[in-house]
């Protein structure tokens, strides 16, 4: 039987929450949880602090807080000589102790939706790193025999085409042996749609084939997708740490410069963490971000915004990259790009002395049987009559 230490007042919100509800169900979640955390090899990295009757954190041990002072996350991977490429089970270690570095909780209703909320961020760990899109603005395209397209119902798959191998095929060159042009905000939500599939597949069937039928009958995009999918943690009024990330994260960095925001495109960059401190590139697959690149990077947009014959206002990636490397070069340089880009970035419409660091970031709802949060606005649910 784990052992509890007593409660702290205030009650602590961080790291993993698991509820139950009742005390003797929290009792068996929480040995579960103990062995999955046994089964890595991090007990020594967690201790347990009871919530109340019903539920429970599990919070960094001293241990664990000494090898990410102000919840730095970015260098786990190298303290504890983590192999995530090649070791998918070092890939778990690194983002449950990522989680439970968390200074707000990830709540879970069991050990088994934690289990599945790691699975996820693993699936979209290793599509992201496979992810690479031709850069284009103006074309979207897809596979052709695994995607259509509808102004109403944007791209959708084929009847009888599977879900998952349509996604493979639009962002895995490997899978379709061409690059497609669409936005690296899409990127994103077939990345985060391809783990969630991938895990619905094995562990929710009925769900996996709901979410099939969803996209043969309409794409969900943008702001209904992360309402659907996805959940914010953080908030302006209480960020996260600027170094604080978790594996299979989905996050924004802004362009905090206001008229090389204004190219299409260049208003920010949505990535996702990969863990060992590398943020990917939809682009140059092969050339994931450290924080270091990306904030100088973001920093020198405003170098490369011109107009182009048409009068256009567009962006010199080759002004860009010349730049960038000047600066790397230069220790004193990247410390004065880093002294302003890794502060805060200021509210929507707002330009002022803020950073290229979003205050939240974002995760895969629960998904489970029983428990599952994601709602598909074209599928009834069980029971539901006819119109």
Known sequence: MPSFESPREPSPRQGIRIAAPTPDALQAETRAAHEMLQA???????????????????EPAPALLALAPQRDTTGLCQALGLDTDNRPDDLAREIVLAMVLGPVAFPF????????????????VQAARKTALAFDTEQAERPAGYWRYDEARGFTI????????????????????????????????????LGIAQELQAAHPALY????RQWETRAIMSGPFHDVFLREYGSMDAPLPSRYYVPGDRLWFRNPDAHSSNVEGYEGSWVFYLGNGL?????????PYTLT????????????????????LVLDES?????????????????????????????????????????TRECARWILPG???????DIAPPGAQAA
């Open 209 to 212: 084939a709901d979410l099939q």
């Open 279 to 287: 943020f990917n590139n939809f682009w140059k697959r092969d050339q």
């Open 109 to 124: 209703p069991d050990a088994a939706e934690l289990r599945s909320a790691v699975r996820i961020r693993q699936h979209i």
């Open 158 to 193: 084929e009847p009888g085409v599977s879900l998952i191998e349509a996604l493979q095929k639009a962002t895995q060159p490997e899978a379709s042996g061409k690059l497609y042009s669409f936005s690296c905000y899409r990127a994103t939500e077939y990345v985060t749609l």
């Open 293 to 312: 690149a990306k904030c100088v990077e973001i920093y020198h947009w405003r170098d490369g915004a011109l107009q182009d014959p048409q009068g256009r």
């Open 319 to 359: 002004i860009v990259e010349a730049r960038v490397a000047q600066t790397l070069a230069d220790p004193a340089a990247v410390q004065a790009v880093l002294a302003r880009m890794l502060r805060r970035r200021d509210p929507q419409g707002v330009y002022a002395e803020g950073g290229c660091i979003d205050a």
């Open 40 to 58: 890595l090899g991090l007990q020594q990295y967690v201790s347990t602090v009871a919530d109340g009757p019903c539920a429970v954190h599990v």
């Open 371 to 377: 428990t599952a949060q994601v709602v598909l606005p």
